[in-house]
């Protein structure tokens, strides 16, 4: 029975509440919206610490003019999306594995990735802060 308020089951907003609710299978969760986005913003990352990049970067920074300030909120504003997608994205992971119907050992695996994973970015968050 619907209630009025379901939406129909097609557009990005259905996969996201398919992915919300761990609907989606879990290895196209883990591999597809979780590893790979992964792979794409770590080579992103390390682009940004090749000597021409950095050197760009260090001369944008201290450009007099506005140009730095754009650069800088628009890396400011990347890293916020890719840490919302991130933390979405491990909720989805989890709640895939939870609905997994194969082996459990698979779904126990994956959480582990996940817990191990965010014990890492908290690891770096503490050590950049202190630095």
Known sequence: MSNGFEQPLWGPFALIRRLWRGEV??????????????????????LLETPGVTEWLMQQFSDPSDSGRFVMAG???????????MIFIVVAVWKSAANFNGPRFWSYLV????????ISVVTRCVGASTA
Do not use: D, E, N, S
């Open 25 to 46: 299978p879990m290895w196209r969760v883990f591999w597809l919206y979780w590893v790979l986005p992964l792979v794409i913003f770590t080579l992103y990352a390390a």
């Open 75 to 85: 890396m400011r504003l990347l890293a916020f999306f890719f840490l919302a997608y």
């Open 111 to 118: 959480r582990a990735c996940m817990v191990f994973y965010l």
